[in-house]
């Protein structure tokens, strides 16, 4: 653990040094310190890991995915899901900033953690990593409830007996999940890849009412999720492709979950196994996919992957470089935003296509794509002709990263008397009659008062 | 503390009365070969050469070049580091010719290591090398400094390590009080679950504590007290398949060599050759016995004791398994009568050596066949069933040529049957589900198809109570029908026919919400108002033209009427009054099309004041001049 104590204060610089704002206008630079806080509140944990076991021999047979973990500069603590001095808040204070519970069977965890503690560290933007397996008990059952996903029942398993590995001992739950099956996210399943993927364990569905659950792993079409035992008297719980077998979820707060139906996915004997599907004819693999699998979802999960923040934020009309108090209507607008993107430690440009600004009064008036344009993403347009408050407002919501949002309020005001069109074609009548009634008066003014009156007498 | 481990015995005890408990962890040949990769390494220092000759030599392996490494550890070699001569003298021992001859110094140095003062990983460090390097050692005193380290620093690694040395004792030696000590740390493993037993210190510490007893015990030829205890200590060490370091790889070496080779308890390894199954196509059932090293154990004898089947009745009673090239082979479908398909459970006995462990295995064995489908028929009929239905057979695994078309008012039904292929007997496997498939859409829902009594399948899909799981989507589907069960060896994907679902219009779910939140959302350009349309310019440019005629018309009568402006003097004050009235008139031009009131009012002040003063200068110089002509 020394070792490990050692590469985490290097990983703790993470929280690299911010660059120093230059946008002009109070609100814009208030709105941008309050996200790039948060954004740093959530980086900036020193990885402190809390690891439940259903015994402590998983740390042996499961050793190869701690110690990547442990070489990318986790701080884990090993504890038993009974250990009767288990705490994850204290003072209200969260003690680890991730959790693992490799502990499938627990029926009641030690200490003072509980499924509500544990929604409550999701809630507090904890990230916890769940791995399951046929003897499911209770509480993580709860725990996926509350998430989103539904368990199925404990003894029951994810049978296939189209797609079951060769080493399957007999009943067809030893499944070779096709990696064309995977989520389409590389940030959190890795880059594609041809290996298969063992999986032995339970079964979930996820609740169709979430729309943050994400199917990171499906059955495929012939699996389903029963007792392997007992003959089939009402309709499994999973069926087909809605069978999941990884599911993952990012919450609102942008904690993330990910639950693994198969404690076994991550073990060492998983990851070192040949992999071929029993079928006659089906190709060999040296090795299975868990290994990269496992380590691109703990990437993801632990927030190493798909972390974007916002950086300095500026807004001027075309041909300025400062913000006015108020923007008038129909103002041409030149607005840019630095994106970053956490990757080894270290932030770098993000680089997407299809970051969207808004402008928005209630509604929004506009909404248009950011052009990359060298570090920075900008866009000019033309202001509506509507005054009121409004708000550039970049709402960045994609698959497996975080939710990148960042707004900053200005005010549109009407023209300015001035500003109006002066002479209208149409009104022409009134200007010459205003224009010759004053030449008149001067005029007038002048030979009234210079005239000189013939002589009465002539 | 005292109490839990009596309770973990109870626990352990009761596990132990429940079942046989047969090694869940263990390694494979594929494990072997990587246990010896990981000693294999070149060497880095002397411990490293010292980790890795020892290690390899307990798997029964010899370095690759033994008279390379005799000269590496013969150039690292520092004679007067007791930890230094221990490597070295252990090493070359295990290396078949490197001798290592010491000075008299070194000897008396070794021997002065052998005292109460030194600590116990010192006083092994020392006797074993002695012992190696063929030198005589007082073994009385080793025991004695042995016994009071020991109950000073009373840790685990330290007993094991005194276990050790004392293995290298002569056997004439008091060395009964360092043989209970087995028992006391036998007795402070963890039980976990009732299969691992391991100590606190972790996988090294229990591995290296088993080869210490097992050395010991040979030595002396005591049985020790770890007969009960042996599979779960299998089961701890064998757990972890990858290794973190050499010393880690050379205790699970020295743990597995002492495992497999000693007096007293040699656990025994039985796994099926493939998966644990049978069938007509392969009847024999083959079973490999070897020790934690896989080394086979070609002269056990193996018999299966009883096979039950799921029912808990007796199948088979005393049956042998015959060795062919080192597997042991049942033909378990030779057997009358011939066992159905399904799972059947094996108590297999392996006998021909007393100190097999775990030589009572119970295997799970599945008997499988083959299934066929027969007798399809699909039919579409009316609900009030008012015309005949007409039924279409089809063979699998041939697809029918016309689809279906099913609309509200009637049912798709489907009847088949499925038969054992070889003995022709009902089946009702596992999963018999029917799945309608979208290509369309990609949806896809699926049914379970369930058995009547006579174990005839009929499954009816009710196209207008089914219409929610459709979604309401009319279409054409893709029917299939899955087969599967663990004991079927050809599971059945069998697209039967294309089946065209008409539900009722009336509810076509009309917002299409995007449930997807991470997509970009559609580009918004906001629409500016247009200008109002305005009179034509001609209209207004006669207007101004009449409105501009009564100044013309002004001008013009004046000029009849002769008006003039002769009394005008170029005095400075009627010079500035109208400069200043004309800037007035200008200003108010200004402010119309440039300036707002507050900056209109200031110029006007200015001007203002200064026309006034003019003015009233002027009418003032008028007035005085009238006055002198009259």
């Given at each position: ?458 | ?45 002397l411990?490293?050469a010292y980790?890795?000759i020892v ?11 033994s008279?390379?490494a005799c000269?590496f550890i013969k150039?690292?070699l ?7 001569l221990f490597y070295a003298a252990e090493a070359s021992q295990a290396l078949s010719s490197c001798e290592i001859h010491v ?26 090398a002695?012992?190696s390097l063929g ?496």
């Amino acid at each position: 653990m020394a070792r490990d104590g050692s590469v985490m204060r290097e990983s703790r610089k993470r929280a690299s040094v911010m660059s120093k704002s230059s946008a002009g206008g109070f609100s814009s630079t208030a709105l941008f310190a309050l996200s790039t806080a948060l954004v740093l509140q959530l980086v900036a944990g020193d990885g402190k890991t809390l690891v439940l076991l259903d015994n402590p021999n998983i740390r042996d047979t499961h050793s190869i995915f701690f110690r990547s973990l442990a070489d990318r500069g986790f701080d884990l603590t090993f504890k038993t899901a009974d250990d009767s001095s288990l705490s994850l808040i204290k003072y209200g204070q969260f003690l680890y900033d991730h959790l693992i519970i490799f502990s499938p069977s627990v029926e009641d965890f030690g200490g003072n953690i509980n499924v509500e503690t544990i929604t409550a560290f999701i809630d507090g933007g904890g990230n916890v990593l769940v791995a399951a397996s046929s003897d499911i008990g209770d509480p993580l059952r709860e725990l996926g409830s509350e998430c989103g996903i539904e368990f199925d029942e404990e003894k029951t398993a994810v049978i296939d007996h189209h797609n079951y590995d060769v080493s399957d001992p007999g009943e067809h739950t030893l499944i070779v999940a096709d990696p064309e099956n995977l989520l389409k996210a590389p940030t959190i399943v890795g880059k594609p890849t041809e290996k298969p993927i063992l999986f032995k364990g339970v079964g979930m569905v996820a609740d169709p009412d979430n729309p943050l659950v994400l199917d990171i792993l499906t059955g495929s079409s012939t699996s389903y999720s029963y007792f392997p035992d007992r003959p089939i008297t009402q309709y499994p719980h999973a069926v087909g492709k809605n069978t999941l077998l990884i599911a993952g979820l990012q919450a609102r707060n942008n904690a993330r979950v990910v639950f693994s139906g198969s404690l076994h996915f991550f073990s060492d004997a998983f990851f070192n196994s040949p992999v071929q599907k029993a079928i006659p004819g089906s190709k060999r693999f040296p090795q299975t996919g868990n290994q990269e699998l496992a380590e691109a979802l703990s990437r993801w999960v632990f927030k190493e992957a798909g972390v974007l923040r916002v950086g300095v934020v500026t807004h001027h009309p075309v041909g300025e470089s400062t913000p006015p108090a108020a923007y008038t209507i129909t103002d041409l607008v030149e607005y840019s935003i630095v994106i970053e993107m956490l990757s080894e430690g270290r932030w770098v440009p993000f680089d997407g296509d299809d970051i969207q600004l808004e402008f928005v009064r209630i509604d929004p008036f506009i909404r248009t794509y950011l052009k990359k344009n060298g570090g920075k993403y900008s866009v000019q347009f033309k202001l509506p002709d509507v005054y009121g408050v409004f708000q550039f407002k970049v709402d960045y919501n994609r698959l497996g990263y975080t939710h990148l949002y960042s707004s900053t309020q200005v005010s549109v005001r009407p023209l300015q008397h001035t500003q109006y069109e002066r002479f209208i074609p149409s009104a022409y009548p009134y200007y010459a009659s205003v224009f010759s009634m004053m030449a008149g008066l001067f005029v007038f003014s002048v030979v009234f008062l210079h005239m000189k009156e013939k002589e009465k007498s002539d | 503390m005292a109490l839990l481990r009596l309770v973990s015995i109870l626990v352990f005890a009761l596990a132990l009365g429940a079942q046989a408990l047969t090694p869940t962890h263990h390694l494979v040949s594929s494990d072997v070969d990587r246990l010896q990769a990981v000693l294999s390494q070149p060497f880095t220092d002397l411990k490293s050469a010292y980790l890795s000759i020892v290690g390899l030599s307990k798997l029964g392996v010899s370095v690759a070049d033994s008279e390379d490494a005799c000269r590496f550890i013969k150039a690292n070699l520092e004679p007067s580091s007791v930890e230094s001569l221990f490597y070295a003298a252990e090493a070359s021992q295990a290396l078949s010719s490197c001798e290592i001859h010491v000075s008299n110094e070194t000897r008396d140095l070794l021997h002065a290591a052998v005292s109460e003062d030194s600590t116990v990983s010192q006083i092994h460090q020392a006797v074993s090398a002695l012992s190696s390097l063929g030198l005589p050692l007082a073994s009385q005193e080793v025991v004695s400094a042995l016994k009071a380290r020991i109950s000073k620093e009373d840790s685990v690694m330290g007993t094991t390590l005194a276990l050790q040395t004392a293995s290298r004792l002569s056997q004439q030696a008091e060395l009964g009080d360092i043989l209970e000590d087995i028992e006391d740390l036998a007795n402070r493993l963890d039980d976990l679950g009732g299969v691992y037993l391991q100590f606190e210190d972790g996988l090294e510490a229990t591995a290296l504590f088993v080869s210490a007893a097992y050395a010991l015990s040979d030595h002396v030829d005591i049985e020790p007290p770890l007969k009960d205890q042996v599979i779960q200590l299998v089961n701890s060490i064998f757990s972890k398949k990858s290794w973190d370091s050499l010393s880690e790889a050379f205790s699970v070496a020295s743990a597995a060599a002492a495992l497999a080779n000693n007096r007293f308890h040699k656990p025994v390894i039985v796994s099926t050759v493939g998966p644990p199954t049978v069938s007509h196509s392969q009847p024999i059932l083959g079973l490999q016995v070897t020790d934690v090293l896989c080394q086979p154990l070609n002269t056990a004898v193996v018999e299966v004791e009883t096979v039950t089947t799921v029912a808990k009745t007796q199948f088979l009673g005393k049956t042998p398994f015959t060795l062919k090239d080192g597997i042991f082979e049942l033909n378990f479908m030779a057997t009358s009568p011939k066992p159905a398909s399904g799972y059947y459970q094996f108590s297999v006995a392996v006998s021909g050596d007393s100190r097999f462990v775990a030589n009572k295995v119970e295997l799970k064995v599945k008997v499988s066949t083959k299934v066929s489908i027969k007798n399809m028929d699909l039919s579409v009929v009316d609900k009030d069933q008012s015309i005949g239905t007409k039924t279409t057979r089809v063979d699998y695994p041939t697809k029918a040529k016309a689809s279906f078309i099913a609309d509200s008012h009637q049912n798709f039904a489907m009847t088949f049957q499925l038969v054992d292929e070889t003995t022709g007997e009902e089946l009702t496997p596992h999963q018999t589900f029917v799945r309608l498939h979208n290509q369309k859409t990609g949806q896809e829902v699926v049914f379970v198809a369930e058995p009547d009594n006579k174990k005839l399948y009929k499954f009816e899909l009710d196209t207008a109570e089914r219409k929610t799981e459709f979604d309401s989507i009319s279409g054409t589907y893709a029917l299939y029908l899955m087969v599967g069960d663990a004991t079927l060896e050809n599971p059945v994907l069998w697209n039967m026919a294309d089946v065209v679902l008409k539900f009722p219009d009336e509810e076509i779910p009309t917002t299409v919400q995007s449930k997807n939140l991470y997509v970009p959302k559609q580009e918004i350009q906001h629409l500016f108002r247009e200008p109002e349309k305005r009179p034509p310019t001609v209209l207004s440019n006669t207007f101004t033209a009449l409105v501009l005629s009564p100044f013309l018309l002004l001008l013009i009568l004046w000029f009849k009427l002769g008006a003039n402006i002769s009394n005008f003097s170029f005095s400075p004050s009627s010079v500035l009054f109208h400069i200043g009235h004309a800037a007035m008139l200008g200003l108010m031009y200004v402010y119309w099309t440039h300036l707002n009131m507050f900056q209109t009012l200031k110029y006007l002040a200015i001007i203002g004041s200064l026309t006034f003063l003019a003015g009233n200068r002027m009418l003032a110089q008028k007035a005085v001049k009238r006055h002198e002509r009259k």
